[in-house]
Each structure stands twice: as C-alpha cells, then as structure tokens.
C-alpha cells in the first residue's frame, strides 16, 4: 500500500516559508543553536511523561506529541543528536499538517 506521506503541495508551501523567510531575515547560518542545559533536559523529560500519560488515558493530541519532539529538541545540545531531533519535529509538524488538510481545512 502506498501512503502519501509528504504530499507535493505541502514541500511546495515549505519551500515558499523559507523563500519568505530568507526575503525577511536573511541569512541566519551564524545564529546560535541556544539548546541544551539542565532546564531544558528536564522540561523535555516533564513534556516526555505528560505525552505517554495523556496517550495512556486515552487523551493525547497533536499538540502532545510536536511538544514533547520539540521540548527533546531543545534539551539537545550535541548538533547531530539536535539535527536527528529536528528532523522528528518537522516530520511531526508535517503530519499534523497532513492531518489538517484531510479534514478539509484548507
């Protein structure tokens, strides 16, 4: 079975963001990474357990899950480990995304 998982329009909408980003901002390739720490470690292992408990009970949402990746994300302070954590939070943003737009609300 074939899954549409990262639909071309979507790619398209990503590539316009960063065009318009870099119109805006400019480049940004000497702006700090500004991850990792003890606080950011444990707002990550915090975000971790409330995710699996809200999925546990039968509650957890989208906003859950990006959170939790995102919270790991920044705890991170080993660039590779921050590159792979990156990459988990846009796969995550881009099913969410894919979501919306199942449900029609595009």
Known sequence: MMFD???????DELLVERIRQFE??????????????????EDARLS?????????DGAGTW????????????AESNV?????ELIQVAAVACAWIKVLDKRGAL
């Open 80 to 84: 590779e480990m921050l590159r792979a």
């Open 24 to 41: 805006k901002f400019g480049d940004q390739s000497n702006v700090p990474d500004g991850t990792g720490g003890l606080a950011a470690i």
């Open 5 to 11: 998982l990262l639909p071309a329009h979507l790619v």
């Open 63 to 74: 906003k859950d899950i990006l959170e939790e990746e995102f919270c790991e994300a920044m």
């Open 48 to 56: 971790r357990l409330s995710c699996q408990a809200a999925f546990k």
